[in-house]
């Protein structure tokens, strides 16, 4: 098995730890979760759950990019949220990224996030889907 660490995309803030922002296993790439933080400031987009899921969005079509991949490549993701209340918002957001057929998702409630963050997604995304 092939395995490749992605180390940055460009216009990315740095990472928040030692991992890599996205891996390859075999033509399947594994996407670390991602905050909605802004790239020149790694501070958090203000204004909740909605903005945070379009920054973050953003940063995962980043990465995606850097692979050579779109977001039609994704076809799993995990939503964290910290309020099951912002989920209407994030939802909002999520569905202006994805077209039909949506990647298969999970969306859990969690205590707390990195820097008071409301959302934290991951994906995982699939070469010649």
């Known amino acids: 098995m092939t395995r490749r660490a992605i180390i940055d995309a460009p216009g990315l803030g740095k990472a928040l730890g030692p991992y890599s922002r996205a891996v390859w296993a075999g033509n399947t790439l594994f996407l670390s979760g991602q905050l909605g933080t ?5 501070k958090l987009v203000e ?25 039609d490549n994704v076809v799993k993701s995990n939503v964290y949220l910290t ?26 409630g969690i205590t707390a996030l990195p820097g008071g963050a409301h959302v934290e997604i991951e994906v995982v995304a699939v070469k010649d889907v």
């Open 83 to 108: 309020d099951m209340t912002d989920f209407a918002a994030m939802n909002a957001v999520y569905e202006t990224h994805f077209t039909a057929p949506y990647p298969s998702r999970t969306t859990i």
């Open 38 to 42: 802004e790239p020149a400031t790694n």
């Open 47 to 71: 204004g909740g759950a909605g903005p945070e899921t379009d920054q973050i969005l953003k940063g995962i079509a980043a990465v995606l990019k850097e692979a050579g991949l779109t977001l």
